[in-house]
């Protein structure tokens, strides 16, 4: 009997499999140009499967919404801003196009999206900031459900800070004005921190640390293990410290590119971490949602759904909500039937939210991008 032709091609396929036997597996050098392919691939078959009916819009124009046009500066994590034709340019405001309904994606899903994440920003340019020039950056905390917004300039060599609404000092008077910025210079920091064993960097330290990192998440969370010291945690498991790091690093206003993407891979590593599309962030903006659940508390006592939110498109960092497990009082938490109440994380552990509302450099204090 005539051996069929399907049984034939597999004969033929393992025969051709036993000649090349001890060809070693191609590296991620060689493979990166496949790896760029199937990216693309993702994101143009993200970008057809979240394309909208066509309606009538108004004719919009997008900004990057990053340094003042006059400094020249790119900045990596701006945001694209959508202004109607009626906007001036100086009032750009994230877009808030409504979601189309929440979508927890299977592990595969999530580390595709991430991969893609991943791909995107770093094609980004980067140019470091000037010493002279400060960060800027708004945010919004919600104090039980009251959104409370502050703003922020950081000089970007250490030697000065400046914060609305401000802070009185010690000599403050009973004329002090919250609503006056509050300006502070002192003497350069980054030879004292280094000299005197400081964990803490100037924002160029750390940007600069950042961007000697290699994008590969393995080697790339070792490092940051090794010199971002935020205190080890008797107890706490890798993927919690990964977690823990990575919440950490995206609090930074300025990330450089390789760092941005070797992030989002290490996202993917993480057992339990999955991407939800289709939510919104904290204060109303369209986001896809990276998010990672603790059934019992942490031993940092993390408690329940940690979420990180970034832009849809740009994959820019736009806010967290960090869930802990309620306070303890006398070793019991506070409403709770035992040690930790842990049946409903939601409505027993308390929660931390803070969005990004905006950010940029700028030549001075008191500017906004």
């Known amino acids: 009997m005539n051996e069929p032709a399907d049984a034939r091609d597999l004969s033929d396929l393992s025969h051709l499999s036993a000649l090349r036997a001890d060809v070693p597996l191609p590296d991620s050098d060689r ?11 993702f994101r143009q078959e993200a970008a ?63 580390a595709d999206t991430l991969e893609l994440a991943a791909a995107t920003v770093e094609k980004l340019g980067a140019t470091e900031p000037g010493p002279k020039q400060w960060v800027y950056e708004k945010t919004t905390s919600f104090d039980q459900g009251t959104p409370r917004s502050a703003e922020q300039w950081t000089r970007w060599d250490g030697t000065g800070s400046a914060q609305l609404p401000g802070v009185p000092g010690p000599n403050a008077t009973s004329s002090f004005d919250p609503d006056k910025l509050s300006v502070w210079y002192g003497p350069n920091q980054e030879e004292k921190w280094k000299r005197e064993g400081y964990d803490d960097r100037s924002q160029r330290q750390f940007y600069r640390f950042l961007a000697t990192l290699p994008s590969d998440p393995d080697r790339m969370m070792a490092a940051i293990r090794k010199e971002h010291a935020i205190g080890d945690i008797k107890g706490e498991t890798r993927a919690q410290r990964d977690w823990r790091e990575i919440d950490v690093l995206y609090r930074s206003v300025l990330i450089p590119p390789n760092a941005q993407a070797g992030l989002f891979r290490a996202l993917a590593k993480i057992p339990g971490a999955r991407v939800e599309k289709g939510v919104k962030d904290p204060i109303g903006r369209a ?18 759904k940690q979420e990180l939110f970034f832009d849809p498109r740009t994959y820019a960092y736009l806010a967290e909500a960090r869930h802990t497990a309620p306070f303890r009082i006398s070793g019991r938490a506070k409403g709770a039937k035992g040690p930790y109440a842990t049946a409903s994380p939601a409505l027993d552990a308390d929660v931390m939210i803070t969005a990004r509302a905006a950010w940029g450099v700028v030549d001075r204090p008191g500017e906004r991008p």
């Open 31 to 41: 493979l990166a140009p496949q790896r760029a392919l199937l990216t693309e691939a």
């Open 48 to 110: 057809r499967a979240d394309r909208p009916a066509p309606v009538a819009l108004p004719r919009r124009r997008f900004v990057l919404m990053t340094a003042a046009a006059a400094t020249g500066v790119v900045v990596t994590g701006g945001i694209v801003a959508a202004l109607s034709d009626d906007d001036s340019p100086g009032t750009a405001r994230a877009t808030t196009t409504a979601p189309a309904g929440r979508r927890l994606l299977s592990a595969q899903a999530s």
């Open 287 to 304: 986001a896809i949602g990276v998010t990672v659940t603790y059934a019992e508390p942490t031993p940092s006592g993390w408690l329940g």
